[in-house]
């Protein structure tokens, strides 16, 4: 019976960017189909409860927080612990190169070979920094919907997406990958956790993860 002792993986600082980015997420993308497409009984815009405004309020207070959030996970790509560092994730080495291979070939059922790895494996994590370029992309066709009357921010939306109608559409259109993602993450994680005594749900939640005793 294998023996597996506890280590501290994930920063507290990691953790709290992990919930603040999902639920600012959740909030988001609810909101953001209600702003695209309010299903609501548009009689009672102009009474008291006013959902499109307090639907865009949300909208915009989740904006903020998933804004900090990024700024947060760019700087624990650089000065984080190992593990969260961007260069534990990337395929740049014979180490992560090997990694990626393995993980590719567990999750294609084509090997139960499991080599357990302390942080990201190779393939979550380039997801993963996809999905923050994808969100870095997400607050800039934000702002420029929000501030289009902001000088600096009207000039380089405007050389990026012409207007704003373009914008929104990009805007629209990333969200789709965050709800794909989402499932994709949520799957794999439960499907590691059930194979894998790692603890890797529970790890997000106290930074600990198990690993095999040398």
Request: proline residues 2%.
């Amino acid at each position: 019976m294998a023996l597996y002792e506890k280590k501290y993986c994930w920063s507290l600082l990691l953790r709290i960017w992990h919930w603040t980015f999902a639920l600012s997420i959740v909030a988001l993308v609810i909101t953001g189909f209600y702003i695209h497409f309010p299903w609501t009984n548009t009689l009672i815009e102009g009474s008291a409860s006013w959902p499109m405004a307090r639907a865009r309020f949300i909208h915009f207070v989740a904006g903020y927080a998933f804004s900090c959030a990024i700024f947060l996970r760019a700087y624990l790509y650089i000065f984080g612990n190992t593990q969260e560092r961007i260069s534990d994730i990337l395929p740049i080495n014979k180490r992560n190169i090997k990694n990626l291979g393995e993980t590719l070939l567990l999750y294609t059922y084509t090997t139960d070979e499991h080599n357990g790895r302390f942080g990201h494996n190779v393939l979550a994590g380039s997801s993963y920094l996809l999905t923050f370029c994808a969100a870095i992309a997400m607050i800039g066709t934000g702002f420029f919907l929000l501030f289009p009357e902001v000088g600096f921010i009207s000039s380089w939306g405007g050389a990026l997406f012409q207007t704003q109608a373009t914008a929104r559409f990009v805007h629209h259109i990333i969200m789709w990958w965050f709800m794909i993602f989402a499932v994709i993450h949520l799957y794999l994680c439960i499907w590691n956790d059930i194979r894998f005594p790692e603890g890797l749900i529970s790890s997000i939640f106290t930074g600990v993860k198990f690993t095999h005793k040398k």
